[in-house]
């Protein structure tokens, strides 16, 4: 098996280019026995098996860097440069990330979780070749739904400025067919477009015509038109790429000539590149191609039998609880918009979609458009509900606070995935969000302990005049069945869920925040202690808090995000302006980014089950 001999990208230099096509085909077949083993992304993996195998073929890397976004597109790359017999660690625990990484490998030379962000890092990399005087090439490697997000305009914005820059942004186009009459001449023509006797007499003329300026302006405009007419050039032009494509982004002879020539004329000091390759996700594998979404993230499977669709589960997910919330509001008033950046299925939007159709908006990786959309929205009286991950509402933090707070508009943020995430790790955690939101005037941030109270918090957010968080985990709670109707619960008010019966002096009171709120209550049990659902970080129920001070002489907060700025700080805050000292124990996640793993040893390595929450109690109140 050829694949096995291929350690480095040096391994694969070796190898004559007409037995790269079966080294792909080697290469597609391993990821799909691997992922099915361990679970990942799949469908964008098998799209990229040429232009990995392409890259590395061409680019001398690590030397020449190579950022891939988004980064779930990696693991042809992660394979290829040494990782290959790592790959059964994906995901896990001490294992392989599922994205760039930098500590992992020297062949990593961006970590990219977040979409949108290559061609800002390449650039960077490649002027930091010129200053230094190297003679390497940057080269980012965008989808078409990451060239979405405003951040990649930024950047070609700024990258045109600078006509010898060693750039080649290459844009894996894995959304569009193209017949093979128009693949066979689209890579006929860009090919000539990007060859030396192109660049030569392209050279030649403009030497000549620079003594006549009106007739070499005359010549560059019939240029671009002629391109224009046979590729949809004309925009990346305008931001002083030279554009070339679409190709098939399968067909390894047509990859790495094409390759090959831009990667010489970014060297020569010809300006950046920009590079059009049409993929498809999943291919090689027919169930993948016909359903790519569903094999986009797959769990383990069995490859011949495919993914089977998920029956109806036994407990409603929280995404559920939001998706069917967010139905029945929409019924019951006509001014309820839904609005996600390019995860409609991710954060349950999938049935809002095909019921209101008018009132439904995929923006696109756009997070920052996505808040201030939702506040002109507001502006004129409709009442915008944003579903997004906790960890991409970070991308729009200007926008939520000048936007949105400081105009005191009522939108509703569903903060999906709220906590840790398990398998993605540190760049799509949401660890951050209670911190963050809890600061900002006008916020209010809710953390329901199970789906019901998911349901009922978020009619409660609705009605709110004001800006509005309601925060929840991935995948399932307790299995709370929420209720049918559309009730809210009192604002700012928890609820003492056990009561301590130790004696005056041993009286300790643990505030939980979200669906910690379970586990505190078995540490209540074990150590006879009072348990108290808080469900509100803001505006937080300062009476309760209050009352509680007059008879227990301790107190422990446990929440699913950082401990510094989170919802135990909010409390101590509370207490200190009361005047009332008492010892304080703030569980939470440590000051440290958490890595991806299994989800339930994640958390127990933080002291967040049971038994940490047990242990962490006992140590600091031994005496209770």
């Known amino acids: 098996m050829s694949l096995n001999s291929i350690n480095t990208p040096a391994d694969l230099k070796k190898k004559p280019r007409e037995a790269l096509s079966a080294l792909a085909g080697e290469l597609r077949q391993f990821i799909l026995d691997s992922v099915s083993k361990t679970g990942g992304h799949l469908s964008s993996n098998l799209g990229t098996v040429e232009l990995a195998v392409a890259i590395h073929y061409v680019f001398d890397t690590p030397h020449d860097r190579v950022v891939w976004d988004v980064g779930h597109q990696s693991y042809p790359h992660k394979i290829l440069t040494g990782r290959r017999e790592q790959m059964s660690s994906l995901r896990q625990l001490d294992g392989l990330s599922g994205f760039p990484r930098r500590a992992e490998s020297e062949y990593d030379a961006f970590g990219t979780g977040h979409s949108s962000t290559s061609i800002s890092a390449a650039m960077g990399m490649a002027r930091a070749f010129q200053t230094k005087g190297e003679k390497h090439v940057a080269v980012a490697v965008i989808g078409d739904s990451a060239m979405t997000g405003g951040m990649a305009f930024e950047a070609m914005n700024n990258a045109g400025v600078y006509e010898d820059l060693p750039l080649v942004v290459i844009l894996n186009d894995n959304d569009m067919s193209i017949s093979s009459a128009v693949g066979a001449l689209n890579r006929h023509l860009a090919r000539l477009l990007s060859g030396s006797i192109y660049s030569a007499t392209k050279k030649g003329i403009d030497s000549v015509l620079s003594i006549a300026p009106p007739l070499r302006e005359f010549a560059k405009r019939l240029e671009d038109h002629a391109k224009g007419m046979v590729s949809p050039s004309t925009i990346f032009q305008e931001f002083g790429f030279n554009y070339f494509g679409p190709i098939d982004g399968h067909d390894l002879d047509a990859l790495i000539p094409m390759l090959q020539n831009v990667r010489r004329l970014a060297i020569e000091g010809r300006g950046p590149q920009f590079l059009h390759v049409v993929t498809r996700k999943g291919q090689g594998y027919e169930m993948a191609e016909a359903d790519p979404i569903l094999y986009h993230g797959p769990s383990k499977f069995n490859p011949e039998e495919g993914v089977k669709k998920a029956t109806t589960p036994s407990k409603q997910t929280f995404t559920q609880v939001f998706g069917e919330w967010l139905c029945d509001m929409a019924q019951a008033d006509p001014l309820l918009v839904g609005i996600t950046p390019a995860m409609s299925e991710g954060s349950g939007l999938v049935e809002f979609q095909k019921r209101f159709p008018q009132r439904y908006y995929d923006v696109g990786i756009a997070e920052q458009h996505a808040v201030t959309f939702a506040a002109g929205l507001a502006c004129e009286g409709m009442k915008p509900v944003v579903a997004i991950y906790s960890t991409f509402l970070q991308r729009a933090y200007d926008q939520l606070i000048h936007d949105v707070a400081i105009q005191d508009l009522p939108v509703l943020f569903a903060l999906d995935r709220a906590g840790l995430v398990g398998a993605d790790g540190a760049t799509h955690a949401g660890a951050y969000d209670i911190a963050f939101l809890r600061c900002i005037p006008n916020m209010l941030v809710m953390t329901p302990a199970d789906e019901a109270e998911c349901r009922d918090l978020l009619t409660t957010a609705f009605e709110q005049p004001h800006p509005t968080a309601v925060r929840y985990p991935r995948g399932s709670g307790v299995g709370a069945t929420p209720s ?39 540490v209540g049990e074990s150590t006879n202690s009072t348990v108290v659902n808080m469900r509100f970080v803001k505006p937080l129920d300062i009476e309760l808090l209050k009352t509680l001070a007059l008879d227990h002489d301790a107190f422990v907060s446990v929440e699913d995000g950082v401990i510094a700025g989170g919802a135990g700080s909010a409390c101590l805050e509370a207490l200190n302006a009361l005047g009332i000292n008492k010892p304080f124990l703030q569980l939470g996640l440590p000051d440290k980014f958490i890595e991806h793993g299994d989800y339930k040893l994640l958390m127990s390595a933080c002291g967040l089950d049971v038994a940490g929450i047990s242990q962490s109690i006992r140590q600091r109140f031994p005496q209770l």
């Open 484 to 522: 049918k109707e559309l009730q809210s619960l009192p604002l700012g008010k928890g609820e003492i869920r056990r009561h301590s019966t130790a004696t005056a002096g041993k009286r300790l009171a643990i505030l939980a925040f979200g669906t910690l709120l379970y586990p505190a209550l078995e």
